[in-house]
C-alpha cells in the first residue's frame, strides 16, 4: 500500500490519475471511488443495482484467475451504525479533503461491493475519473481491521458482480 499521511485532493489526484485514452488505472487500497453501491438488501430483494452513487473505499484490488481485476469497495454512508463496531467514522477534515459534504459519515465494515475493473457501477466525477482520492493511512488500516473482525465472525456480507 502507498503510505499517505493525509488523503489526496480531488483535485490533483484526478489529473494525477487521467491516462491517455480514457483509460483509469487500476485503484489501490484506501482510494475512494463513486460507484453506484448495491446494497445487501438491495441485492436479496432481487436489485441488481444500487440505487444511489457513493463514494466507496477500495478495500482490496487483486488480479483475478483469469479475468482481470477484481476490486472490493467498502460504502460510506450518512446513516449512523446501529452498532458502533459495524463502521468507522470518517472525520471531517478527511471527508472536506476528498470534497465531500460536511454531514457525518461513515465506512461499513460489514459488507462490501466485489466488481470486476472497470465495472459498469463506476460513476465519473467532474474530472471524467471516479477517484475523489484516498484515506489516510491510519483510517485504512481502522477500515480494514473491523472489516477483519466481522469477516473472522462470519458476519461480512458480499455482493458481486461477475462480468
Given at each position: 500500500m502507498t503510505k499517505r499521511s493525509t488523503p489526496s485532493s480531488p483535485q490533483s489526484r484526478g489529473s494525477d490519475l487521467k491516462k491517455p485514452g480514457g483509460g483509469w488505472p487500476i485503484p489501490?487500497?484506501?482510494d475512494v471511488l463513486?460507484?453506484?453501491y448495491l446494497w445487501?438488501?438491495?441485492a436479496a430483494q432481487g436489485q441488481e443495482e444500487g440505487l444511489k452513487d457513493r463514494p466507496v473505499v477500495v478495500v482490496l484490488a487483486a488480479t483475478d484467475t483469469g479475468s482481470g481485476i477484481r476490486v472490493t469497495v467498502a460504502p460510506i454512508t450518512h446513516s449512523a451504525p446501529d452498532e458502533p463496531a459495524d463502521a468507522v467514522e470518517v472525520p471531517a477534515i478527511v471527508k472536506r479533503d476528498l470534497g465531500l459534504d460536511r454531514?457525518?459519515?461513515w465506512?461499513?465494515?460489514?459488507?462490501?461491493?466485489s466488481f470486476l475493473w472497470k465495472g459498469p457501477d463506476l460513476r465519473p466525477l467532474a474530472d471524467g475519473s471516479p477517484y475523489y482520492g484516498a484515506i489516510p493511512d491510519w483510517l485504512f488500516v481502522r477500515m480494514?481491521?473491523?472489516i477483519g473482525v466481522h469477516a473472522g465472525r462470519g458476519r461480512v456480507r458480499i455482493v458481486g458482480r461477475t462480468e
Open positions: 489501490a487500497p484506501g463513486c460507484y453506484a445487501a438488501r438491495e454531514e457525518r459519515s465506512i461499513v465494515v460489514t459488507e462490501v461491493n480494514r481491521e473491523g
